[in-house]
Nanobody, 125 residues
């Protein structure tokens, strides 16, 4: 089992920045890809960004490209999502998730192995 705990959410004005973090614990000795997802009120959950174990493969959803940066520190078992130029439409609960499967976005969108409980990001206009 892998436990994931997000932190760093909060209220920020449009145009501002925020960094959310996710710490993994438990069975973290294997190689696992990580993803950040979000779910806004009344909308389906969507993948925002993903990073492979080595960090050399990245994925960003189109609406966040150039604004968000995903990174990870495997020594600290932590993945980060730096969010810049935030917009009100970025308001959502942000979840991190992990998979020991292949880094395949189509699969990761629906088949992550472990999930955190989420952290709320609110962007005011």
């Amino acid at each position: 089992q892998v436990q994931l705990v997000e932190s760093g959410g909060g209220l920020v004005q449009a145009g501002g920045s925020l960094r959310v973090s996710c710490v993994a614990s438990g069975r973290t000795s294997g190689r696992y890809a990580m993803g950040w997802f979000r779910q806004a009120p009344g909308k389906e959950r969507e993948i925002v960004a993903a990073i492979s174990w080595s960090g050399n493969r990245l994925y960003y959803e189109d609406s966040v490209k150039g604004r968000f940066t995903i990174s990870r520190d495997n020594v600290k078992n932590t993945v980060y999502l730096q969010m810049n130029s935030l917009k009100p439409e970025d308001t959502a609960v942000y979840y991190c998730a992990a998979t020991f499967g292949a880094f395949d976005i189509a699969t990761m969108k629906f088949g992550m192995d472990y999930w955190g409980k989420g952290t709320l990001v609110t962007v005011s206009s």
